[in-house]
């Protein structure tokens, strides 16, 4: 069996030296943009031990990670063979969230992705979102389940961007949604024909920290729009865009402006392109 370590949300699994409970979490500090790239560790070493176990071993374990995303991993003596992976994650937008469950475009996103080797059981588990019975004995080879396994640890991503394409869609040819990746720091993405922007609202605790990251937006500004033509604009402004009127001061007071990235819709997009700008600047003292 497992059991969980209760110092803190932000968890990945490391062995312990009690034969009776051989992993254990513990903490592990990450960024607020691997909510949207990175794999679930954890899920990878309990999915690939329980593969590479001599006999097969019960589990009902649940595990949080990044403070909200929680997982279920259940296996019974009765019915070794089949593995039953549970996840519930934070809608992006929960003034577009569906009534109930999960858009029909994550569920059919999801049997795209895994149908060789996981089936969506409906209705899910009580708590969570998606349920997905997984058996891999149909992968002979052992680099075939280690590459499903890699698969399901990006399983919270695959439900993010298709939730975010599902928005996209919503807003027709133009409009503007407020997402929510983590609650102390919405941001924006703004959709006009052709053209899609995400706008970050920028704030800072430490005076220094602001004066440099206005100076470096300003210069990142002009920069890219002589020399860099191809890649995605940049812009920066002390006041919110016009795309942002009507929404509520509270999310758009800022002491640091906004920054804003935009792409054309005719480009394809890699999944979670419009959250990984690698160019935003934290600080240790930069606000949540």
């Not at 992993?23 to 999915?47: K, P, T």
């Not at 009902?60 to 296996?75: A, K, L, M």
């Not at 994650?89 to 992705?113: A, D, F, H, V």
Request: proline share 8%; glycine share 6%; with cysteine.
């Amino acid at each position: 069996m497992f059991t969980s370590n209760r110092r803190g949300p932000l968890q990945a699994l490391r062995p312990h030296q009690s034969r009776s409970q051989p992993w254990i979490l513990c903490n592990n500090s990450v960024s607020s943009m691997e909510f949207f790239n990175s794999g679930s560790r954890a899920l990878v070493e309990i999915l690939t031990r329980l593969q590479s176990a001599e006999r097969p071993m019960p589990v009902d374990h649940t595990w949080f990670e990044f403070g909200s995303i929680r997982y279920h991993v259940q296996v019974s003596m009765s019915d070794s063979e089949n593995v039953y992976l549970s996840i519930s994650t934070p809608s992006l937008s929960p003034e577009t969230s569906p009534p109930s469950g999960l858009p029909e475009i994550t569920l059919q996103e999801t049997r795209k992705m895994y149908h060789k080797y996981a089936e969506i059981i409906e209705p899910p588990k009580e708590g969570f979102a998606l349920t997905l019975k997984l058996n891999f004995s149909g992968l002979t080879r052992p680099k075939d389940r280690t590459k499903a396994i890699n698969q399901l640890s990006m399983l919270q991503s695959i439900i993010l961007s298709s939730q975010l394409k599902d928005m996209l869609g919503s807003l027709g040819s133009s409009g503007t949604m407020k997402l929510v990746y983590n609650q102390r720091e919405p941001f924006f993405l703004s959709k006009t024909p052709g053209k899609i922007n995400a706008i970050f609202p920028m704030r800072f605790r430490d005076d220094t920290d602001l004066a440099i990251a206005s100076s470096f937006f300003q210069e990142l500004q002009e920069l890219g729009s002589t020399t860099f033509s191809r890649a995605p604009r940049c812009n920066w402004s002390p006041i919110p865009p016009p795309t942002l009127r009507g929404e509520y001061v509270h999310y758009l007071t800022t002491n640091g402006g906004f920054v804003s990235f935009g792409t054309f819709t005719r480009f394809r997009l890699r999944r979670s392109t419009l959250f990984r700008p690698s160019i935003r600047p934290r600080s240790r003292r930069a606000a949540a």
